[in-house]
């Protein structure tokens, strides 16, 4: 072994683990600020099956292929799916997660903004998975 | 070191006290919904400005080092090792 | 033992060797030919992307089995053989013993790989090589999957067997004049990842044996109709996978301990503190697994626990990354082909680190999961770290092997071309992640920045097929018609080729076995 550490690479290491606790500390706050769900958001039920996306409003209105919702409400996905893991993303707002056989797995957000908007699968789900798609519809509230 | 981690602490609390003021007072009404947007992309554009700032003085490092201790810089000297080949 | 092309041994007399020597040399051929293999298919795979529609590949299906075998291939029939091939070499001579531990097994453990690797090539599977369940147990084409699953089991058996020689070589046969801690770092690189496999590699190989019944509708393990859980698969998997990265990395971190130091004609910074960071490496590196799960549907606590897991590895590695520099630090360095590789490799190892911190925050794993950033993220280690390193091990160590020198000047445009060729196509694709563009698909719809981005990739990947066929042809000619190379100091460096610990070969002087 080579005799007593150097102060220099003592600091270096200080430096290193001061910022890796600003990542973690940053980290932490964002996703706890992300992950607090609106008490009145309305539900969503996202399918995912082998290729495509279906969804559920509250009211029962069924959709597939397609998700109309109205900008500047707050919105809840339950997601699951029928076969395989796909996972339910629209980029363009950040949301993403998984989509598992046998569990549901919840994420909130709240459309800012009007448009068009793709939704995609992320997870390999077989031969069509490069084509999973559907659209997000955003419409001005009334 | 203890002190240098202790800063380290020291200013990320001072970097998360404001944030947590900002989620205390989030709304839960219209309007008012925080925007998963913002928050994330504004977290990895802090974090990419960590990242940037210190790959530049790595790279830089790493830069400069190859340059100045290669064996045809002029200023290049032997090593105190070289004399008995033993390294 | 070594490649004498002039005069060759009778092949079955290399084929059926115990020694330590003849049995690295054909660890490194099978993980080199396997190199050229999977880089061949990731080539195909980048011409198919170059546009959106089709291009060369005529079907999504296919497509999905070449990425399937393309990972699977690097990973386990390159990069984990290549390291079995200088700690075969080394190993040894490193802990002045006359031979592996168990020299029997050691060959045992070599020739399951050639079978596990044509189980694999001649199945093909499309589930990624992940093979995450339920796709792999009620939607992957058989025997395709079936064959991956027996060949991946062979090949985790010749990992444990593998590993359990090194480490009962370097913990019991080592001289005992030579205590543990003045052992050479690269020995530490061997007795690290070799822990580190016996402890998680049997993890996998259960989950291995799991998926089978499942396929075989025996048991419903990952199966929710029948009471599993899919996700259980992936912790298992992952708690193999993760420390699996670091079994990657750790030798071709300790192929630069040997370089580093030697080309700059100066020891190495601080030899304990490169202990110190493999067997922190090492004990931390088993805390973070499930930070490639955070999409599943994990609370935020277990996400957060995973969180400061991955961050507690980073210390180690930016130990290793602050020895190389302070090694530079005041050398005199000569800069040859090994060295501009090692050097290249640190830097990129660098910038794959930092976007893995980023990756590591949880909240921005709902931008980058699944998508090209991930890609390129773990390219950069893959190939900017690990290929490199192991690229510049192998010219190091090609005079030791064959006698004779590989051209320098080729070495060093492999060099230029491979990491031009590297940046542009792995740090594009990280931005391509952060636009959206999934990973796995076979064609993409044509949004404007994709394609740009796409194409550079392409272009980028193709520069590096180019610098990977000129090494091809460099390792080939110098082999048979090279200059003979000074065999105690073939790089002129000043100091000895192995010192301390002189290794002969048919070679040197006084030839023969050592």
Redesign the interface.
């Known amino acids: 072994m080579s005799g007593h550490s150097s102060w220099p690479e003592w600091v270096y290491i200080g430096v290193v683990v001061a910022l890796l606790c600003y990542v973690g500390a940053e980290a932490w706050n964002v996703e706890r600020i992300v992950e607090h769900v609106p008490a009145d958001a309305e539900i969503i039920k996202v399918t995912g099956q082998q290729w495509l996306w279906t969804f559920e409003h509250e009211d029962g209105t069924k959709e597939i292929g397609e998700l109309h919702l109205e900008q500047g409400k707050a919105y809840k996905f339950e997601i699951t799916s029928k076969d395989v893991i796909h996972s339910f993303n629209i980029h363009d707002y950040v949301v993403l997660l998984d989509a598992v056989p046998g569990r549901v797995n919840t994420v909130w957000f709240s459309p800012g903004d009007a448009g068009e908007f793709p939704i995609q699968c992320r997870e390999y789900c077989g031969l069509i998975h490069y084509n999973m798609r559907a659209t997000l519809y955003v419409e001005n509230g009334a | 070191m203890k002190a240098i981690i202790g800063i380290g602490l020291v200013l990320s609390l001072l970097i998360i006290l404001p944030s947590v003021q900002y989620v205390l007072a989030a709304g839960d009404e219209p309007g008012e919904y925080l925007d998963r947007r913002l928050e994330i992309w504004g977290l990895f554009y802090r974090l990419m400005i960590v990242a940037f700032t210190v790959g530049t003085v790595v790279s830089g490092m790493i830069v400069w080092l190859v340059l100045r201790f290669r064996e045809s810089n002029p200023k290049a000297t032997p090593t105190e090792y070289e004399a008995d080949g033993k390294w | 033992m070594v490649l004498e092309l002039h005069k060759p041994r009778p092949i079955w007399q290399i084929m059926f060797s115990t020694h330590h020597t003849d049995v690295g040399l054909l660890y490194l051929i099978t993980s080199l030919a396997f190199m050229f293999m999977g880089g061949a298919l990731a080539l195909i795979l980048r011409l198919e992307l170059f546009a959106p529609g089709t291009q060369v590949i005529a079907d ?2 296919t497509y ?1 089995r070449i990425f399937t075998v393309h990972g699977t291939t690097l990973i386990f029939l390159f990069i984990l053989p290549s390291a079995s091939a200088f700690g075969n070499y080394l190993v040894p001579i490193m802990v002045r013993f006359k031979d592996m531990a168990y020299p029997k097994l050691n060959a045992v453990a070599f020739w399951m790989i050639p079978p596990a690797g044509a189980l694999i090539w001649l199945g093909f599977a ?3 090589w992940y093979a ?4 792999s147990t ?3 084409p058989g025997p395709a999957a079936d064959m991956w699953i027996f060949g991946l089991k062979i090949l985790g058996v010749s990992s444990i067997l593998g590993s359990i020689n090194f480490i009962v070589t370097i913990m019991k046969c080592k001289h005992p004049d030579l205590p543990l ?2 052992m050479p770092l690269l020995a530490w690189a061997y007795l690290t990842s070799s822990l580190i496999t016996v402890v998680a590699v049997p993890t996998f190989a259960a989950a291995l044996l799991m998926l089978l019944t499942d396929r075989l509708g025996a048991s419903g393990f990952f199966n ?2 029948m009471g ?4 259980a698969y992936q912790h298992l998997f992952w708690f193999t996978f993760h420390p699996e990265v670091y079994i990657l990395v750790i030798p071709a971190i300790g192929f630069m301990y040997e370089i580093f ?2 080309f ?4 190495i ?5 490169g ?1 110190t960071a493999f067997v922190l490496l090492a004990l931390v590196g088993f805390a973070s697994w499930a930070h490639h799960m955070y ?3 994990m609370s ?1 606590t277990e ?2 626990v995973f ?2 897991g991955t ?2 590895a ?2 180690a590695s ?2 290793h ?2 020895n190389f ?2 090694t ?8 040859a082909t090994p060295i501009m590789w090692a ?1 290249g490799g ?2 990129l190892f ?2 794959a680190g ?2 893995g ?2 990756n ?8 980058t ?3 090209y950033w991930v890609v390129g993220h773990f390219h950069l280690f893959v190939m900017g770290t690990i290929l490199f390193g192991t690229v510049a091990f192998v010219y190091y160590m090609f005079p030791y092997v064959t006698g004779r020198m590989y051209n320098e000047m080729w070495g060093k445009i492999h060099f230029i071309l491979a990491f031009v060729g590297t940046v542009m196509v792995f740090f594009t694709q990280h931005i391509l992640g952060l636009f ?1 563009m ?8 044509p949004i404007p920045e994709w394609v740009q981005m796409n194409i550079i990739i392409t272009v980028g990947a193709m520069i590096i097929g180019i610098s990977m066929a000129i090494f091809l042809g460099n390792l080939i000619y110098s082999s048979a018609k090279g200059k003979p190379a000074n065999m105690d100091d073939p790089f002129g460096l ?3 080729y192995y ?2 610990y002189q290794a002969k070969t048919p070679h040197t002087e006084g030839g023969g076995y050592h």
């Open positions: 999504s299906m999905n499309d589930f990624t995450y369940p339920t796709y009620i939607s992957a801690s003045k929710p109709v599993g859980d899919p996700i130091p030697r700059s004609r100066k020891p910074f601080s030899h304990g503190s202990v999409a599943t549907g935020f996400k957060t969180m400061v961050l507690a980073v210390p930016a130990m990354t602050f520099l302070a530079m630090w005041g050398g005199r360095i000569k800069f050097v640190i830097a660098f910038s930092a976007g911190v980023v590591s925050a949880m909240p921005l794993d709902f931008i999961h699944d998508s959206g999934p990973r796995r698909i076979y064609d993409y719809p000043g100091g000895k010192f301390p």
